[in-house]
């Protein structure tokens, strides 16, 4: 009997265990913790703008290979993060996504698996994660952001919390160096109008972060 091919885009709640949860910390506080800490000295502003409840999407400007970890270091609870499907090609790295509570989403449009899956993660106390700009970026603009991520917002009827990241892309390895400031904003309430969303948050990371926000052409 052919051995059934796992859906990564498609997930119920019982996916987003304790496991994962236990496996995304370990990964989180003993491979990243400490160079945050000690190498990066990451600075945190705005954690008071982290709502107590998970009823949100932590959307951040994507720099690094880094930032999916920044984000999962800086929340109180579980981040699910969406990775691009093409990411799952990869024996390793489809391992360590499973293990860590992500699940693939096509970058090009929103698919009902996403709005499916990511209404699934609101029957947990995961935090949904995604970076709206699809890919990382260049340092110092704003550009290139989808729109599904505000329509994700809508159909899941959750608001958006802005994670301006800044240095990331500048750490190094070896030698160890770089430094890293993160600064929250505050919540962007749940609304239907897909553009007032993504540019309240184009805006508000521009605040956070002092890049300059460069609009998608008309």
């Excluded at 370990?26 to 491979?31: A, E, L, P, R, S």
């Excluded at 729109?147 to 190094?172: D, H, M, N, Q, W």
């Excluded at 390895?173 to 770089?178: A, E, I, R, S, T």
Aim: contains cysteine; glycine residues 6%; positive net charge.
């Amino acid at each position: 009997m052919a051995k059934q091919k796992v859906n990564y885009a498609r997930r119920t709640a019982k996916y987003f265990n304790f496991m994962r949860k236990v496996f995304q910390r370990i990964v989180t506080n003993v491979w990243y913790c400490p160079r945050f800490k000690l190498i990066y000295k990451m600075k945190i502003e705005g954690k008071e703008n982290i709502p107590q409840n998970s009823d949100f999407i932590a959307c951040g400007n994507h720099l690094s290979n880094l930032d999916p970890y920044i984000i999962t270091y800086i929340m109180p609870k579980p981040v699910a993060f969406m990775a691009k499907k093409e990411l799952f090609d990869k024996a390793f790295t489809r391992w360590m996504l499973d293990w860590q509570g992500a699940f693939a989403v096509n970058r090009e449009k929103l698919e009902v698996s996403t709005i499916k899956t990511a209404l699934e993660v609101k029957n947990t106390d995961w935090i949904l994660g995604l970076f709206p700009q699809g890919t990382r970026a260049k340092s110092g603009t704003i550009e290139n952001i989808h729109k599904g991520f505000a329509g994700l917002a809508r159909s899941t009827k959750c608001g958006i919390l802005p994670i301006g990241i800044v240095g990331s892309e500048k750490t190094t390895w070896l030698p160890f160096k770089g430094n890293i400031t993160v600064k929250i904003g505050e919540l962007i309430p749940y609304d239907e109008d897909l553009d007032a969303v993504m540019d309240k948050w184009a805006r508000a990371i521009q605040e956070l972060t002092g890049f300059k926000y460069i609009p998608n052409p008309a």
